[in-house]
Nanobody, 119 residues
């Protein structure tokens, strides 16, 4: 069973930046597509960004140009750099992983980390 350990998150003012990291337990990180979802109160969970095993990235329209997902295979870690944050980015962010080239349907989830953007 793979466990996803998240770090980062917190409270930031509008326009600020935060960085989330996700480190899966176990080996073979290069075989996993990674991604980040978020869920705001009263809303459905939505995909924010994903990265394939070949480092091809995909973003929700709402975060394009502001968020950057990356993977460091040497450190077995996926990162989400969030810049120009807006109050509407406030949500619980979940790391997700799939043992496949693409993150079509996550097999594993992190525990979630709160991101709060104040206006």
């Amino acid at each position: 069973q793979v466990q996803l350990v998240e770090s980062g998150g917190g409270l930031v003012q509008s326009g600020g930046s935060l960085r989330l990291s996700c480190a899966p337990s176990g080996r073979d990180f290069t075989l996993y597509a990674m991604g980040w979802y978020r869920q705001a109160p009263g809303k459905q969970r939505e995909l924010v960004a994903s990265i394939t095993t070949g480092s091809v990235t995909n973003y929700a329209n709402s975060v394009k140009g502001r968020f950057t997902i990356s993977r460091d295979n040497a450190k077995s870690r996926a990162n989400l750099q969030m810049n120009s944050l807006k109050p509407e980015d406030t949500a619980v962010y979940y790391c997700a992983a799939s043992r496949a080239p693409l993150l079509l349907r996550p097999d594993y989830w992190g525990q979630g980390t709160q991101v709060t953007v104040s206006s």
